[in-house]
Structure formats: structure tokens, C-alpha cells
């Protein structure tokens, strides 16, 4: 059974700082698309961030700048480093490993607060 466990997530001050890590266990990690989403309260899930198995990167513009996603593949892990915290980006971070609409899974989300 595919496993993504992510972590890294907590409460932070708007200007702050996290670091998340998402690691995957039971996939040939290097042929996936990693994604990050996230979710707040009320709202639709959105694409935060994206990284290709050739590690090309794209973000949303309410993100860019602000956000970097990497991957290892040796340790089958996905990382996204924020910066410049606000609390707009209050909320579940969800991280993604998508090949195909039948082979795309999800970790069970890390809370992310930015607040003072």
C-alpha cells in the first residue's frame, strides 16, 4: 500500500518560516509528478506547488517567490520550504504523487497556522 506521511507542519508568526517533508514509501517515487496542495477552512483545495521528474517547478503567483518545492529521490521525498509566512497560508498542506488519474495518491495533510 502506497504511504505518503508528511510533516514539518505547525503554528508560526506571519513572516515566518516551515518547513514541510513529505516522504513516500511503495511507489518508484522517481517517475512521479510531487505535488503540494493545500486546503483552508471553507475553501477548495488548491496547487501550491509542483515538481516534475525532471525538476522543473511551477507555483501559483499567490505563492511564488515565497515558496520552494525540492525532491530526493534517493530518499523518495518531497520537501517545501516557506518563507515569508502570512496568514493567508493558514491551512492543511497536502502532499500529492500523481502519474496518472489512477495512480495518484495522497498523504493525510499537516496543519500549517500563521498566526500571532
Known amino acids: 500500500q502506497v504511504q505518503l506521511v508528511e510533516s514539518g507542519g505547525g503554528l508560526v508568526q506571519p513572516g515566518g518560516s516551515l518547513r514541510l517533508s513529505c516522504a513516500a514509501s511503495?511507489?518508484?517515487?522517481?517517475?512521479?509528478?510531487m505535488n503540494w496542495y493545500r486546503q483552508a477552512p471553507g475553501k477548495q483545495r488548491e496547487l501550491v506547488a509542483a515538481?516534475?521528474?525532471?525538476?522543473?517547478?511551477d507555483y501559483p503567483d499567490s505563492v511564488k517567490g515565497r515558496f520552494t518545492i525540492s525532491r530526493d529521490n534517493a530518499k523518495n521525498t518531497v520537501y517545501l520550504q516557506m518563507v515569508k509566512l502570512q496568514p493567508g497560508d493558514t491551512a492543511v498542506y497536502y502532499c500529492?504523487?500523481?502519474?496518472?488519474?489512477?495512480?495518484?495518491?495522497w498523504g493525510q495533510g499537516t496543519q500549517v497556522t500563521v498566526s500571532s
Open positions: 500529492n504523487a500523481h502519474l496518472t488519474s489512477q495512480y495518484s495518491y
Open positions: 515538481i516534475t521528474i525532471g525538476s522543473s517547478t
Open positions: 511503495r511507489i518508484t517515487f522517481s517517475i512521479y509528478t
